[in-house]
């Protein structure tokens, strides 16, 4: 009886470190940068969905143009992605060369001025992190309810927002494609338009796929089509050892009960 009593502790015990990690958006700041982790998925989000809308807002049209410059160089002025000769936009070598043009307003980028900015965070280890990127949409599929992608993950399972046409669809409820902006959650400058993924459509390359936040809907796209980025890095940046505190008493208890039934003889 006295054994059962103490199993039942120690599932007491990993059911509620089981319960604590269940999905969860968690702020934080690090390095004075706000960030977002997301359990669900084990990421960290920029807080801001539209940084760099936030900044040509911020430092003006000169300042930001020195952003853009900045961007661009830490790249090398090239984004190197699969090489292709699909019409309409063929890219045999593979090597995409950045100019300003790729920078649209609002913070709109091509797919290859997306993948410049998340490489610029990584320079400048934007909250401590050097492991920023596009999100990943691993489903070729075109289609509305995905969740296995980073951004359908966090639209359907974190924000909770519903596949379109349910009542107050997208993740700033009932809407149409008209790029509105708001709060959602956690996350500040959430547009409900179309944001890159870092994921190429596979046999087409011309083209990557995106994410629709206002329908719930990945999509494949033209690389030269102006989006939003928001950056993603894997795991949480700002990663606090409690879980590791857990399970060490939880082992601990397990050695007890070993002992206890070592004592008894079975």
């Given amino acids: 009886m006295q054994l059962g009593k103490t199993l039942l502790a120690a599932g007491l015990v990993f059911g509620l470190a089981s319960f604590s990690a269940q999905a969860a958006l968690t702020s934080e ?70 100019t300003a043009a790729d920078f649209g307003s609002g913070g709109t980028v091509d797919w290859w001025a997306g993948q410049a900015l998340v490489h610029y965070l990584d320079t400048q280890n934007y909250g401590g992190s050097n492991q920023w990127a596009l999100p990943t949409q691993p489903d070729q599929t075109g289609s509305n309810n995905i969740t296995n992608s980073q951004l359908g993950e966090l639209y359907y399972n974190e924000l909770h927002a519903l596949e379109y046409p349910a009542a107050n669809f997208g993740i700033l409820g009932t809407g149409a494609l008209n ?26 390359t011309s083209n990557a796929w995106d994410f629709v936040t206002v329908y719930g809907l990945q999509y494949s796209v033209y690389k030269n089509l102006q989006l939003y980025a928001w950056a993603v890095s894997p795991g949480q940046v700002n990663a606090v050892p409690v879980p590791g505190a857990v399970w060490l008493f939880g082992s601990g208890m397990l050695a007890l009960l070993g002992l206890k039934r070592r004592g008894h003889g079975e």
């Fill in 29 to 98: 700041t690090v390095n004075g940068q706000n960030l977002v982790y997301d359990s669900g998925n084990n990421t960290t989000w920029t807080q801001d969905a539209n940084l760099l809308g936030t900044w040509e807002g911020a430092y003006g049209s000169t300042s930001y143009n020195n952003i853009v410059n900045a961007i661009i160089k830490a790249s090398n002025g090239v984004i190197h992605d699969t090489p292709n000769t699909n019409f309409p936009y063929p890219d045999p070598t593979g090597t995409y060369t950045l």
């Fill in 179 to 204: 790029d509105t902006s708001g709060s959602v959650g956690p996350f500040i400058n959430a547009h409900t338009y179309t944001y890159w993924s870092g994921t190429e459509y596979v046999g087409y």
